[in-house]
Every structure is written in C-alpha cells, then in structure tokens.
C-alpha cells in the first residue's frame, strides 16, 4: 500500500473509531509495526491526530474524554498486573464473585488458577476473559444497554438482574479515588458497580497506583464501606496512610 493510502486510511480509522491501536492498523494494511509508527508519528508532528502509547487518537480536548477499554488496555499494564494477581489470591474455590467492567478485572479472570468458581458480570471484555481461562467456570453474564466504550451493560435491567442475586466476593475497578470517594465517568454505569458491591459478603476495589488521588465525574462508592483497596507497592507513603483510615490496603 502507497504512504499516500496508508496515511489516508489512518486518518479515517481514527476519525471514525477515536482511538486505533499500532496492531489493528498494521493488520488492516498489511504492513509492519514499525512502518505504521513512523507513519503516526508523521501525522503526530503535523498535527493531525495525537499520538499516545500503543496507537493514536482524535485530537481534541482530552481532559473532557472518557478512554475506551481499548485505549485502557494498552496503559500501565505491568502496574495492573500486579494489582490482578494480588486480587487472585483472594479469591477461592467455590466463591462466587461479581466482577466489574476495567482492564485489571480483565486481567484478573484471566489469571485465576483456582478450578471451582462462579462468575457474574456485567462486563463482555471480563466475559471474554473468563471464557479463555482454562478453567471451566460457571460464567453469568448480566445483561441490560450496552455500553460500548466501556464494554459494559448498564441500565434498569442489569440492575435488577443484580439485586436477585448474592456474591461470596465483588470486585469493582474506578477511574479515580480522592479521598474517599470512588469516582467512575459514567452515573449508570456506578449504580450498577454499586449494587454489585451491596450484593457482596466482601467488596473490593481494584485500583493501580495512578488512579490514587485523582476524581472523575461520578462519585459511585465510598472507600469506608469496602473491605480492601488492592493496590501496588509503588503506593505513595503518604496515600497509604490517608487511605488506610478507610480501608485495608493490599500492596
């Protein structure tokens, strides 16, 4: 494929889609990783489309901007691994967990190496993550309105489907914690993680160390009433010993 097409292609993914990743552009082409970089970075210097780390994005106000799953995925991904299996382990045979929309709870089902276990959530990425697991688990998937950039299903009837059910353990991700506040970018959306959590014996929050004091639009859940941020060991001194007045810290 000629620059000039490549260049042209690229510049339609990203309109039409906001945020394309390296791979999905170089598979689309059929040209090399490496050919797909200099090419965004290009477009970078000429002010067409922003380049960040794994792929690129619609120039715009990105404070206001909500990252896809997508884009998620490909940020701080040694930090939420760490944050995942430090979940695992409190996770046991014949628990049944709700589990959350967010790359780390992705990360989670997918590293789960008990053999007995029921999981319910409302997230299709964590769905499609449990479903790979080599275990064969009981898997519930709650349906309601998807969510497209967060791969979640919200709304009215996920929210009753929840309330019908009970959790040994409920594992929810956040865009932020300030304070005590957990914060997500969408109202629906943190109803529907907070029912989750008033459906579990045990309730946790997942967050690496950069989404720790920091907010975002909606304040859904109180740190106070959770059993356990499961965080890493890069936490701040200081973080640490502000939110260990809420809750357990797991670091």
Not at 103 to 117: D, Q, S
Request: charged share 25%.
């Amino acid at each position: 494929m000629l620059k000039s097409e490549r260049i042209k292609t690229i510049l339609q993914m990203v309109n039409t889609q906001k945020f394309v990743t390296v791979d999905e552009l170089a598979q689309t082409m059929q040209v090399s990783d490496m050919t797909i970089r200099r090419d965004l970075n290009e477009l970078h210097k000429a002010n067409k489309i922003l380049r960040v780390h794994g792929g690129a994005q619609l120039l715009s106000d990105q404070s206001l901007i909500e990252k896809s799953y997508k884009q998620k995925r490909e940020i701080h991904n040694k930090e939420k691994d760490e944050v995942a299996k430090r979940a695992c382990n409190l996770i046991h045979e014949n628990d049944s967990i709700f589990v959350g929309p967010g790359t780390t709870l992705e990360l989670m089902v997918a590293n789960l190496k008990v053999k007995k276990l029921r999981i319910i959530t409302n997230s299709l990425p964590v769905f499609e993550a449990a479903k790979n697991n080599m275990n064969d688990y009981d898997l519930i998937m709650v349906g309601g309105a998807y969510r497209r950039i967060s791969g979640a299903f919200l709304g009215a009837l996920a929210n009753n489907e929840l309330k019908t059910m009970s959790f040994s353990i409920g594992f929810v991700g956040v865009n932020g914690i300030k304070d005590s506040a957990m914060t997500t970018a969408n109202l629906e959306e943190g109803q529907t993680e907070g029912i989750g959590l008033d459906h579990s014996q045990l309730k946790f929050v997942v967050a690496d160390y950069t989404k720790l004091d920091h907010s975002d639009f909606h304040q859904f859940y109180d740190l106070r009433n959770v059993d356990g941020l499961i965080t890493n060991h890069e936490i701040a001194p200081e973080l640490e010993k502000q939110y260990s007045q809420f809750t357990t810290i797991y670091k």
